[in-house]
């Protein structure tokens, strides 16, 4: 898949609050508004949005702030993976099981190895995970 790679939740944050702005995450946005195609987990839009209402709820961003991103988010090719599901009790808890990792990180991992697509992910454990399985990275977390 040319031009595709899986958009794990703290990839996305950068975008939003602008003391978290990478230059590699704005290269990967710009990839995004180029046509790019991110592919998520079923779980996606619910980690994303737990995150937005914490951030709310400390004053981070409004409502307004909230609905101008996920209208931003909207405009983008962010595919929906379809079989998160079904492997959540097998694959996917393998991968838990053997890196560490939640069952939500976990899913990340699972897609990026099915579609064999780079990962782009900030969280270090998933980082480490990735790389452990062979699965290239989108960008890297800072040192």
């Not at 409502?63 to 959540?88: K, P």
């Not at 991968?95 to 069952?103: K, R």
Request: charged share 20%; glycine share 4%.
């Amino acid at each position: 898949m040319k031009d595709a790679f899986v958009l794990d939740c703290s990839a996305t944050l950068p975008w939003v609050f602008a003391d978290e702005a990478t230059p590699a995450a704005d290269r990967l946005l710009d990839q995004l508004a180029r046509g790019a195609r991110a592919w998520v987990p079923a779980l996606w839009h619910l980690e994303l949005a737990n995150v937005l209402l914490g951030a709310s709820r400390r004053g981070r961003i409004d409502r307004a702030g909230i609905e101008g991103f996920l209208s931003q988010l909207a405009s983008y090719d962010i595919v929906v993976d379809e079989q998160t599901m079904e492997r959540a009790w097998q694959k996917t808890l393998d991968l838990a099981l053997q890196h560490s990792l939640s069952t939500y990180d976990a899913a990340y991992l699972e897609l990026a190895l099915r579609l064999g697509v780079p990962l782009a992910t900030l969280d270090r454990d998933l980082i480490a995970a990735a790389r452990s399985c062979g699965v290239a990275l989108s960008f890297r977390a800072a040192a």
